[in-house]
């Protein structure tokens, strides 16, 4: 078992920055890729970020460029800055970690993210 603790979230202006972190306990040895999705109300979950064990990284469209995922395999931790924040950001964010050998998922319990115009 993993266990996933987020913190960062908050309220912020447009054009405001945050930065969401995801701390994984348990069965480290077990994780591969994390990542951070995000839901907004009457909305679909949806992938933000990814970055994968040898630290490569992906991006939706929508923040590539003004958000930057990273983690610190020393301390099992999953980062996710958010820059240049806009109000379509608003949402709940979810830390995602999967187990490497048969991919199953892992959620943290969601930090909400709100971004004023």
């Known amino acids: 078992q993993v266990q996933l603790v987020e913190s960062g979230g908050g309220s912020v202006q447009a054009g405001g920055s945050l930065r969401l972190s995801c701390a994984a306990s348990?069965?480290?040895?077990?994780?591969?890729?994390m990542g951070w999705y995000r839901q907004a109300p009457g909305k679909q979950r949806e992938v933000v970020a990814g970055?994968?064990?040898?630290?490569?990284?992906n991006y939706a469209d929508s923040v590539k460029g003004r958000f930057a995922i990273s983690r610190d395999y020393a301390k099992t931790t999953v980062y996710l800055q958010m820059n240049s924040l806009k109000p379509e950001d608003t949402a709940v964010y979810y830390c995602n970690v999967r187990r490497f050998y048969d991919k199953y998922d892992y959620w943290g319990q969601g930090t909400q993210v709100t971004v004023s115009s």
């Open positions: 970055i994968s064990r040898s630290g490569s990284t």
């Open positions: 348990g069965s480290i040895a077990s994780i591969g890729d």
